[in-house]
C-alpha cells in the first residue's frame, strides 16, 4: 500500500511541478493527497509554500492531523482558519471537534461548539450533530451529551446510535436498552454499530436475556450480520454471569469467520 502511494504521489507531484499556473485547487488537491495519506510533514511543508491558503487547504490538514493523533496542532489551524477571516466547510468542524474529543478537553469543546452555533444557529447536520454528542461524553460530560440530544429536532440513526454509545460508556447499560426501544419506535433503523453498543450496555449492566434476545433479533428483525465484536460482547456477558456451560456453547457454534 505504501509503496503504491509512494509511486502516485512522486508522479501526483511531477505533474504539480510542471504546472506553471497553480490556483488554490491545485495546491489543495496535492496537499489532500499528501494529508490523508498520513504525509503531514510533507503536507505541512507544502502548506507553508502556498501563495494563498483556501478552506479545502485548512480542511485538509487538520483531517491529517486528527489521523495522526496531533490534536493540538488541528486546533491551533483552525484558529489560524479564524484568523484569517475563512469560514470553516463541515468537514473542517468535524475535523476539530474530533481532535477537541480525543483531548478530553471540555471547555475546548465548549469553545467549538459555541463557535459553530453562533455561525450555523443551532441548525446542524446529522454529522455535526453527531460528532458533538460523541465530543461531550469523550470529554466525560453526560449531562452536556443528553442535553444537546434532547434539542436535536430529527434524530437520526448517527445521533441516536452516538447516544446508545456514550451512555453505555458511562455505565448506564438499562438506559441503552431505552434508547434502543425508543429508536426503534420512531421507525429509525439501527446498524451494526449500534448494535456494538447496546450489547456493550446489556454486558455492563448484566442484562443477560435481553443481550441474548437483541443478539438474535440483530439478523432475525434487521437483516444485520453479526460481526465478531457482537460475538465478543454475548460471550463477555455470558462469562460475567458465571454462566459458563452456556458460554462454551455459544464459543463452539460461533461461526468460523467470527472467531
Not at 17 to 38: K, Q
Not at 63 to 70: C, D, E, I, S
Request: with cysteine; net charge neutral.
Amino acid at each position: 500500500m505504501a509503496f503504491h502511494f509512494n509511486q502516485n504521489h512522486c508522479f501526483a507531484r511531477k505533474l504539480f511541478d510542471e504546472i506553471l499556473e497553480r490556483d488554490v485547487a491545485t495546491w489543495a488537491t496535492l496537499l489532500s493527497c499528501y494529508a490523508n495519506h498520513g504525509s503531514t510533514g510533507t503536507a505541512c511543508e507544502l502548506s507553508k509554500e502556498m501563495p494563498e491558503k483556501g478552506v479545502v487547504s485548512f480542511s485538509a490538514m487538520i483531517t491529517g492531523y486528527v489521523r495522526k493523533g496531533r490534536f493540538n496542532e488541528a486546533l491551533e489551524l483552525f484558529r489560524e482558519l479564524q484568523i484569517q477571516g475563512l469560514e470553516p466547510n463541515d468537514s473542517t468542524v468535524i475535523g476539530v471537534i474530533s481532535a477537541s474529543a480525543d483531548l478530553g478537553s471540555l471547555d475546548t469543546s465548549k469553545w467549538i461548539h459555541s463557535y459553530i452555533r453562533n455561525k450555523n444557529g443551532n441548525r446542524f447536520d446529522s454529522r455535526i450533530n453527531t460528532a458533538l454528542i460523541g465530543m461531550y461524553f469523550k470529554c466525560g460530560s453526560i449531562e452536556d451529551g443528553v442535553f444537546f440530544f434532547k434539542g436535536v429536532k430529527e434524530k437520526l440513526v448517527g445521533e441516536r446510535t452516538t447516544m446508545i454509545s456514550g451512555i453505555t460508556m458511562h455505565g448506564f447499560g438499562e438506559r441503552s436498552v431505552e434508547l434502543f426501544e425508543n429508536m426503534v419506535e420512531s421507525r429509525v433503523k439501527p446498524n451494526a454499530i449500534t448494535f456494538f453498543g447496546l450489547l456493550s450496555g446489556c454486558t455492563h449492566a448484566g442484562l443477560v436475556k435481553e443481550g441474548l434476545m437483541y443478539f438474535k433479533r440483530m439478523k432475525s428483525e434487521f437483516g444485520i450480520e453479526p460481526t465478531v465484536e457482537h460475538f465478543g460482547c454475548v460471550v463477555d456477558f455470558l462469562g460475567r454471569a458465571g454462566l459458563i456451560a452456556q458460554e462454551v456453547d455459544f464459543v463452539n457454534n460461533m461461526p468460523l469467520k467470527a472467531i
